[in-house]
């Protein structure tokens, strides 16, 4: 059989944070202690999964078959959310594209899916989790979005190879949310607790029985979903590392935890490491990985701690307004209009995949792509060229307090991009007093608004942080 | 190809306009007929007389038929026209041109709007159905990327420019409040200007033009028959219309310190009418302030002053009153007002009054050395907008 693995990874945790001292300050309740992270009032599950799939296949030269999007907070329920991933990625329409989504199981299925399948997989899984204000929900859970692409040795280098895995299912009510609802509820902890550890205990030997292996062959443990604590704990009495969860500092990311511990893992892995990934929900699945000398070769870029360092604090209050829980001023100009679903299909490459034209005789580059140049050149003679990769340094800025936007005032600025290109563009991930005039900004794609439950999706600028610009 | 210009051909025999202000008793029906009715009797015909109309209205009615129907005209040819914030000049240049082409003997441009109904701060919003990319900045903000601009082209201070810029406010509120048809008609410091709070980068409300409704309207009838209507008719020197393509949004080098549409409409208008110094040949300017910083730049990009000195200029009061040029001696859209669609015949309103001299004696200004006024008139943004210049005189060249 073919060895299947990791080929690349990406992830993307918000720049946004949510101190929980800051819940407790607000609602008297909680322990307060560190932080989560928060998706912007822009994002959504499919514009962070775009972000997570950007960093994945950043330099990749995979022929890429198939895109899984994960998620239990789709943006859309009926249309696919894969195919606006696939629009932002600039995929080949023959790339098969298609959702999971429903229950925090389904991440590791599609995982396992794209693992078990000889298809170049790119598997996209990303949560938003948010509970009544003051709930350990709430505190307790995370935003954040995950990319892996699967592949076999033929079809790129591993970082990782696949050693097999196992899934026992057990049916109980443990969290819930009925459709609509905007947060999950969870019965009391402690049945949990105890229906999870033995049955851990089973698919544990059973997988090591099916992979031949035992346990002291395996280096690393990484436990996620309900329950992890009182997993890992057991875990470690049988002498397995087990790694930090990333709860203290993003929180639980829900459907992307088990990945995001993967990638976090892999973030720093050494060669020649067995790990197992255990996934709690609605059963167990285990998934055993054994790293390769790729992961030493490999130039990393963007670690999860490297985002962490680039998190900037949100006060509790806009985060409740992000997430819609409290209602707050508009400014008084009318709100936007959905966006024409036939205009944005014609420019569908600029709207999503932010792709530009460049004229072929004056090499003048046109964004938004156009059929005519600005200073010569014949009809219809331009290449498309995409600039979504591309760095911009800000020409000149202002701060609007007056038009309409979910997050008043808006941060605008005229955007020069390296190698050409302009674009007046709105800001994001950052504040006036953050960011000047000749500062330099890379594009992100975000929802610009939802209107008639059409999401508006189109690419902002965010400023480079000081880390990034460094290096 | 050349643009030739229709100098002395036509000329303007009657004017009118509204008070500009929030008329929320007032319907665009009512302020149309006000307009007209005033615009009839100063030219002391009938508006069954009349050959054809231009209806210049932004964002408040759609058609010829939006001014057919509140002054019953029946018969004629009716046209509206929407040029953004230049509509009110481009009704008159087009009634201008169909009187010229001797297709009509007169002709009326009227523009007016009513934006107040909307319940909403600021203009009407256009709603037609795009991809949804289309930037969503307001027009302050997009003029507000000016001052950064300028500031670090010529290596002025931002706060000296803040100042500056509140140095207009000032002197088009002192304008404004000796008319009575202005908006605004309270005089207020620079100083305090400054302290106001920002709402676009640096501007404050206080370098807004105002939001109003109101109407204004001219009828244009050919030169040599001017006589017979008016002992003193305004003889239509220049029209000049440029449409920017866009360009400065695209182009990185278009560096916000420069409008070059109107710039090159200014420098068509001079041609046509033959003027070589626009400084010692105008009387006075009435030009688009619809924020602060335009009017400062206006300067340069009109011919007023060198690249990089209109800030000076404005601080030794070259366009003050009483200065070597007065500019938008009516208060401006900073005090008078800005209902879209009108604004241009308004502006043409003040050079109808100031060169006739019949502007009040506290706001009249000196016609020893010119006899010829220009309007400027801009729609649009930095970096895509349309521009009009018109220049009218007293007297045939």
């Given at each position: ?11 993307y945790?918000?720049r ?13 309740k ?7 992270s ?10 962070m ?5 950007r960093?994945?296949?950043?330099n ?21 959310n ?12 023959f ?11 389904s991440?590791?299925g ?42 076999t040795?033929e ?47 089973r698919?544990w ?7 031949g ?21 057991s875990?470690s ?26 990638a ?6 050494e ?59 508009l ?5 936007p ?6 205009a944005?299909k ?20 046109h ?10 050149g ?8 995409p ?11 202002t ?5 309409y ?6 941060v605008?600025a ?11 563009v ?19 794609f975000r929802?610009?608004y ?22 | ?19 500009f202000?929030?008329?929320?008793d ?5 302020l ?14 009938e508006?069954?007389?009349i ?15 939006s ?20 509509t ?8 201008c041109?169909?009187?010229a082409?001797?297709?009509?003997d ?15 701060q ?11 990319t289309?930037?969503?900045?307001t ?21 000296e420019?803040?100042y ?19 908006q ?33 309207a001219a ?49 068509d ?14 009387a ?19 011919g ?10 404005v ?28 604004s241009?015949?308004r ?10 001299s ?7 200004i ?27 005189g007293?007297?045939?060249?």
């Amino acid at each position: 059989m073919e060895v299947h693995g990791i080929i690349s990874y990406g992830t993307y945790i918000p720049r946004g944070c949510l101190s929980r001292s800051s819940i407790v300050e607000f609602t008297g309740k909680g322990s307060g202690e560190g932080t989560r992270s928060v998706a912007s009032y822009d994002e959504n599950t499919t514009t962070m999964g775009v972000e997570a799939a950007r960093n994945a296949l950043h330099n990749s030269e995979v022929d890429l078959k198939k895109l899984y999007f994960t998620t239990v907070m789709p943006a859309y329920m009926d249309k696919t959310n894969a195919t606006n991933i696939h629009a932002a990625l600039q995929l080949d329409d023959f790339v098969e594209t298609v959702d999971f989504g429903n229950s925090t199981r389904s991440a590791v299925g599609a995982l396992s899916v794209a693992l078990e399948s000889g298809s170049s997989t790119l598997a996209v899984t990303a949560d938003l989790r948010t509970g009544p204000s003051g709930s350990t929900e709430e505190s307790a859970g995370g935003d954040a979005a995950t990319a892996f692409l699967i592949g076999t040795e033929e079809q790129g280098k591993l970082l990782a190879e696949y050693l097999g895995g196992v899934s026992i299912t057990s049916d109980f009510t443990d969290r819930w949310r009925v459709p609509g609802e905007p947060y999950s509820q969870v019965w009391e902890e402690r049945f949990g607790e105890q229906v999870y550890v033995p049955l851990v205990d089973r698919a544990w030997n059973e997988a090591l029985n099916r992979v031949g292996m035992k346990t002291e062959d395996v280096n690393t443990v990484l436990v996620a979903g309900l329950h992890s604590r009182s997993v890992a704990k057991s875990i470690s009495l049988l002498d397995i590392k087990v790694p930090d969860d990333l709860t203290g500092r993003i929180g639980n990311t829900g459907a992307t935890h088990p990945s995001l511990l993967l990638a976090n893992f892999l973030d720093d892995a050494e060669a020649d490491q067995t790990v197992a990934l255990i996934v709690l929900a609605d059963g167990c699945d285990i998934l055993f990985f054994r790293t390769t000398q790729e992961v030493e070769n490999r130039k990393s870029s963007n670690s999860i701690s490297d985002q962490i360092d680039d998190q900037y604090p949100v006060p509790y209050g806009k985060y409740l307004s992000w997430r819609g829980l409290l209602d707050s001023q508009l400014p008084n100009r009318p709100p936007p209009v959905r966006p024409s679903s036939s205009a944005a299909k014609r420019r569908n490459d600029w709207k999503m995949g932010f792709v530009g034209s460049k004229d072929n005789t004056t090499g003048i580059i046109h964004m938004p792509p156009s059929r005519i140049g600005i200073k010569g050149g014949d009809l219809d003679d331009m290449e498309k060229l995409p600039m979504a990769n591309a760095i911009g340094t800000i020409e000149t800025m202002t701060v609007d307090n007056l038009v309409y936007s979910p997050n008043s005032p808006v941060v605008f600025a005229v955007v020069n991009f390296k190698g050409g290109g302009r674009l007046p563009v709105e800001l994001t991930d950052t504040d006036s007093e953050k960011v000047d005039i000749g500062d330099q900004v890379e594009m992100t794609f975000r929802c610009l608004y939802t209107a008639d439950g059409i999401h508006n999706y189109f690419w902002k600028a965010k400023p480079i942080t000081k880390r990034k610009g460094k290096s | 190809m050349a643009s030739h210009g229709i100098k002395d051909q036509v000329a303007i025999i009657g004017m009118g306009c509204t008070r500009f202000g929030e008329h929320w008793d007032k319907s665009l029906e009512d302020l149309i007929i006000e307009a007209a009715e005033e615009t009839t009797k100063s030219a002391g015909i009938e508006a069954e007389s009349i050959d054809a109309f231009w209806f210049g209205t932004s964002q408040s009615a759609a058609s010829g038929i939006s001014l057919a129907t509140p002054l019953r005209i029946s018969g004629k040819p009716v046209t509206r026209v929407e040029n953004y914030c230049a509509t009110g000049s481009e009704a008159l240049r087009q009634a201008c041109y169909a009187v010229a082409s001797g297709a009509y003997d007169s002709a009326m441009a009227l523009g007016a709007e009513k934006v107040k109904d909307s319940g909403y701060q600021g203009l009407n919003a256009f709603p037609m159905p795009t991809d949804g990319t289309n930037r969503t900045l307001t027009a302050a903000a997009m003029f507000s990327l000016i001052l950064p601009a300028y500031a670090k082209r010529y290596e002025v201070d931002e706060d000296e420019l803040r100042y500056v810029i509140a140095r207009i406010a000032e002197k088009n509120h002192s304008n404004g409040a000796k008319n009575e048809l202005a908006q605004f008609r309270r005089e207020v410091s620079a100083e305090k200007i400054c302290e106001m709070p920002s709402i676009a980068g640096r501007l404050s409300v206080m370098d807004c033009a105002g939001v109003a409704d109101g109407a204004a309207a001219a009828i244009v009838v050919r030169a040599e028959d001017a006589l017979k209507y008016t002992d003193k008719p305004l003889y239509v020197k220049a029209l000049s219309l440029v449409a920017g393509d866009s360009s400065g949004l695209v182009d990185p080098d278009f560096d916000f310190t420069t409008l070059p549409e109107c710039v090159d409409a200014a420098h068509d208008a001079y041609s046509q009418a033959g003027i070589k110094d626009p400084k010692k040949e105008l009387a006075m300017a009435e030009v688009h302030d619809c924020f602060t910083p335009t009017e400062m730049i206006l300067m340069e990009d009109l011919g007023f002053c060198e690249k990089g000195t209109a800030w000076q200029e404005v601080l030794n009061g070259t366009f003050d009153i009483d200065g070597e040029l007065p500019v938008n001696t009516d208060g401006g859209l900073k005090a008078f007002g800005h209902p879209v669609g009108a604004s241009g015949l308004r502006m043409f309103y003040e050079t109808w009054l100031q060169l006739r001299s019949e502007a009040p004696n506290d706001r009249s200004i000196s016609l020893e050395s010119a006899k010829q006024a220009l309007v400027h008139n801009l729609g649009g943004y930095p970096g895509e907008m349309v521009s009009f210049v018109g220049i009218v005189g007293s007297e045939i060249s």
